[in-house]
């Protein structure tokens, strides 16, 4: 699993693991834990930079029915993963 840091808007530094990513409408988005441990917490974060950054900036998805559409998707991602 991908580790990767973001920084906060008070400049520390969180680090997440990458759960899985998707684009939808042109914007990536990653679900993200702060454990890779059974009782980590999950947040979808969703790409808000031009297309011409060097660089991506992550927000996470505030909006109630945005979140719960990117989750339902980032739901039937996982379920779809077979693991043996």
């Known amino acids: 699993m991908e580790k990767v840091k ?6 520390s530094e969180i680090e997440f693991f ?6 939808v409408n042109g914007i990536d988005y ?4 702060d454990s890779d441990e ?3 917490n999950a947040y979808i974060m969703k ?5 011409t950054a060097p660089e991506a ?16 998707i980032f739901a039937q991602m996982l379920d779809e993963v077979d693991l043996h």
């Not at 990458?18 to 684009?23: A, D, F, G, K, M």
């Not at 990653?30 to 834990?33: F, K, R, T």
């Not at 992550?58 to 979140?67: A, G, K, R, S, T």
């Open 30 to 33: 990653l679900l993200v834990s």
């Open 47 to 51: 790409d808000v930079s031009p297309s």
């Open 6 to 11: 973001f920084v906060s808007e008070d400049g």
């Open 57 to 72: 900036e992550y927000v996470m998805v505030e909006d109630e029915i945005e979140f719960d559409a990117i989750a339902g």
């Open 38 to 40: 059974d009782e980590a």
């Open 18 to 23: 990458v759960e899985e990513q998707t684009r």
